[in-house]
């Protein structure tokens, strides 16, 4: 592999290497190096559609925006998304390649999977002049480490140069760098060469001690500080960061312009949480993430969003009781269904091959709708708009639609039901229905993920379910688009403040000549 390569390891998940690749990646790319970013195996329920009609973690989408590029399903080779019962499903290059347990995958198909990994790398490879690697977790999980297709063993297949991150606010920073660099081989050692400490708040000159002696203890440089940024609107690839959010209290404020409550269900396994983003950061809304029955009674709308599980997520709202506190709710406000979402607000989901759960299901009975499940993946990027020219009853304009759909299983429409929208697909001509829309029109469903991320359908939603609540419209609508650039920028800009780029680069070999062409 002769192209340079760089790698960002941790000293263990949620440390920041996803955005600090993206920042990567932003930073060459504005210096006009053609920059991609990789990671072999990813494990997530946070994936998104490629423009190939693939699947691959949202996180690598991200990257590849932040690098002005299209995500491809190279950047992700391996995909691992966990099922339950400590198994999960193998997305192998975009597509399912199997469901095994943790163990299994571990002890018997690194091998069988490596040769997917080493095509992806070097098709990537052989079209950017620098590549930057992600690692997964820790490099030094002693135990997993000898079939670990993620760290060193893929730093050593792309000879890459290695940087490793620490997270100073989860307390602990100094001991987590040395022990990490301590539990690896001498020739692993010898490939990292500096560390950067990431989310770090207060007076840098006060960690100075602490940087000089870990330092000396590493035979390492530090090659920068980078400060805890505050709320940064981009996507989160690891639900733990569903624990940090904050939201705005649902008070017992009863006036007109109050905040918009909307309730998004947390499902044992949610997935593509971060099509909330959007919503959670317009100012007129107040959005949780609930699991009880008392803050869906007091939410203006409800979402059931989108579930790697959708039968045992059903079989949990209803073991739970909150399918019955959804259908109340859904007699008196609005309530949405995001893909596994709309598939349990139908009539019914089946199974007849046990993809997840065999048999017939009952599903929460709001949309004329059922499913069957089937081993076939929908993925593909779509496009289209409203059926109707209504949102809950009223009129709003001929709104555009652009999302994406990834979901196991086929709906079709019972008598009297109405669609919520006419897509085309990637790119096909024709259109095809998607999604429904009850009766009394409280209740829709789709199978679009990122539909909140268009700011025109957003904005009109907001209008939409306000007016119905009888709140005044929104004094402030975000440009969710534009917000996105801007935050990629100021990630760059901060990671540029603070880190040692130019070294970095000489790592590899990068040269002006390059940077300018």
């Not at 998004?264 to 317009?282: I, K, W, Y």
């Not at 209504?390 to 999302?403: D, E, I, K, W, Y």
Request: proline fraction near 4%; charge should be negative.
């Amino acid at each position: 592999m002769t192209v340079p390569a760089i790698m960002i390891l941790g000293t263990s998940s949620h440390v920041g290497k996803s955005l600090l690749t993206a920042a990567l990646c932003r930073n060459f790319a504005q210096q006009g190096i053609r920059v991609a970013p990789f990671k072999a195996q990813n494990m997530s329920l946070n994936s998104a559609a490629t423009n190939e009609g693939l699947e691959i973690g949202r996180a690598q989408a991200l990257q590849a925006e932040a690098a002005g590029i299209p995500a491809s399903v190279h950047m992700n080779p391996i995909l691992l998304k966990p099922a339950g019962n400590s198994t999960s499903q193998v997305v192998v290059q975009g597509r399912i390649w199997g469901r095994i347990s943790a163990a299994d995958y571990h002890r018997q198909r690194v091998a069988e999977l490596m040769p997917f990994v080493r095509e992806s790398y070097e098709h990537l490879a052989s079209q950017h002049d620098l590549i930057v690697i992600e690692g997964a977790g820790s490099p030094a999980e002693i135990n997993l480490k000898d079939n670990d297709i993620a760290n060193m063993r893929m730093a050593e297949l792309a000879d890459a140069r290695c940087l490793l991150i620490g997270d100073i606010d989860r307390g602990g920073v100094f001991a987590s760098l040395l022990g990490t660099i301590e539990l690896l081989d001498p020739s692993e050692r010898d490939r990292i060469r500096g560390f950067v400490i990431n989310k770090f708040r207060g007076d840098v000159k006060l960690l100075m001690p602490g940087i000089e002696a870990i330092e000396k203890r590493l035979q390492k440089p530090c090659l920068g500080v980078v400060p805890h940024l505050t709320d940064l609107k981009l996507d989160e690839e690891d639900s733990l960061a569903l624990e940090g959010r904050t939201s705005h209290p649902w008070d017992a404020d009863h006036s007109s312009s109050r905040r918009l409550r909307i309730a998004v269900v947390r499902l044992p396994s949610l997935s593509n949480f971060t099509d909330f983003d959007p919503l959670h950061a317009e100012p007129s809304v107040s959005l949780r993430f609930c699991r009880t029955a008392d803050e869906i009674a007091h939410a203006d709308v409800v979402i059931l969003p989108g579930s790697k599980q959708t039968v045992d997520d059903l079989r949990w709202l209803q073991a739970q009781g909150l399918h019955q506190a959804i259908r109340d709710h859904a007699s008196r406000a609005l309530t949405i269904g995001i893909c596994g979402g709309m598939q349990m607000l139908g009539m019914a989901i089946h199974d007849p091959q046990g993809i997840e759960t065999q048999g017939l299901h009952s599903g929460l009975g709001l949309l004329r709708i059922e499913t069957i499940m089937s081993k076939e993946k929908t993925t593909v990027e779509a496009r289209g708009s409203l059926a109707q020219s209504q949102l809950f009853g009223h009129a709003v304009s001929n709104l555009p639609l652009r999302g994406y759909e990834i979901h196991v299983g086929e709906t079709s429409y019972l008598s009297g039901s109405t669609s919520f929208s006419q897509i085309s697909r990637h790119s096909e001509t024709h259109t095809i229905a998607d999604g429904c829309v009850s009766e009394d029109q409280r209740t829709l469903g789709t199978y679009l993920h990122g539909l909140f991320q268009e700011d025109e359908f957003r904005h009109a939603f907001l209008r939409a379910a306000r007016e119905f609540h009888k709140l005044t419209a929104p004094e402030q609508l975000l440009p969710w688009k534009t917000i996105r650039q801007a935050e990629l920028d100021r990630l760059a800009l901060t990671v540029r403040e603070s880190i040692d780029l130019e070294t970095i680069l000489s790592w590899v070999g990068i040269s002006s000549a390059v940077r300018a062409r």
